[in-house]
């Protein structure tokens, strides 16, 4: 028995520390999407893996005609809709074409920036961690939280916080909120928008 202070690691390291090509595509989704730190691409690229291994293996249980696996099918697929993910009614073959970029597209912190409450991604995650984001009434400090579908309108301001007052001058201006994006509207607008900040910085 572990020691229940420690808690696991959820995601797996790269098998070699030193890959050009992966470095460079690290860099290029941590500017895009703001991230703190490689861990959280490895942690996204863990989840992906694990939906992607539970599919396969479901595939193969199918065949049989398992009338448990069939049951978790339905399970795997509800979620992946509920997460925005895959539409309603996509074959389980599907779950196979989720990317890496769809999964960052769900963050909190990607839905705080393209629903037009913060002016860049890294915003988007100081606002969080500081409390001044709000999910259906409650305060959530997490932006890597993955958020579904249901979720996504219920994302705003805390009451309290000083972004609340349309006057602040860190608050986005002229921006609708958006709503309802697909995870690829949500790359596009990161995508397009992104290289601002990355402008900015130099």
């Known amino acids: 028995m572990g020691d229940p202070k420690k808690l696991k690691k ?20 941590m500017v895009k999407y703001g991230l703190k730190n490689k861990r959280e691409v ?4 863990s989840y992906l893996r694990r939906l992607r291994k539970q599919a396969v293996g479901l ?3 199918n065949r049989s005609g398992n009338k448990q696996s069939q049951k978790e099918t339905g399970l795997l697929l509800q979620r992946c809709h509920k997460l925005g993910f895959l539409s309603d009614g996509a074959p389980l073959k599907d779950v196979l074409t989720i990317d890496v970029e769809m999964v ?10 393209t629903k ?16 001044h984001v709000i999910l259906k ?14 979720e996504e ?27 309802d994006l697909t995870p690829s509207q949500v790359e596009q607008k990161i995508t397009i928008e992104a290289p601002k900040e990355e402008e900015g910085e130099k």
């Open 42 to 45: 490895w942690k996204a690229q």
């Open 137 to 150: 009434d409650r305060r959530v400090t997490i932006p890597g939280l993955l958020i579904s579908r249901f």
């Open 116 to 131: 037009g409450l913060a002016q860049t991604p890294k915003q988007a995650r100081q606002m969080i961690n500081h409390g």
């Open 59 to 61: 595939q193969a249980m």
């Open 10 to 29: 959820r995601y797996e390291t790269p098998s070699h520390p030193w890959q050009g090509e992966r470095i460079k595509e690290e860099k290029a989704l």
């Open 153 to 179: 309108g219920f994302i705003e301001y805390e009451a309290a916080s000083p972004f609340a007052s349309e006057l602040h001058p860190m608050r986005p201006k002229g921006t609708a909120p958006t709503e």
């Open 104 to 113: 960052f597209s769900r963050r909190l912190q990607s839905l705080v920036y």
